[in-house]
């Protein structure tokens, strides 16, 4: 997790996505009671998806262009 997934809190922020090129992952954090939870892992193959945002769907092949 990013050491600024802290800063991110403490503003509100409603939803985190972490984004590795390195391992092809795709994590969604959703804030809940000021610290954030992870909602969903998403790796090649798969769509990570927003809670915040109705509809939004990144295919993880797309993101990393595969």
Do not use: C, N
């Amino acid at each position: 997790r990013s050491s600024d997934l802290s800063e991110y809190e403490k503003a509100g922020i409603p939803e985190y996505w972490l984004i590795d090129p390195s391992e092809g992952i795709i994590e969604v954090y959703v804030l809940d009671l000021k610290a954030y939870k992870i909602m969903g892992k998403w790796s090649t193959g798969e769509v990570a998806h927003s809670k915040i945002l109705a509809g939004f769907q990144a295919p993880v092949d797309d993101v990393f262009g595969g």
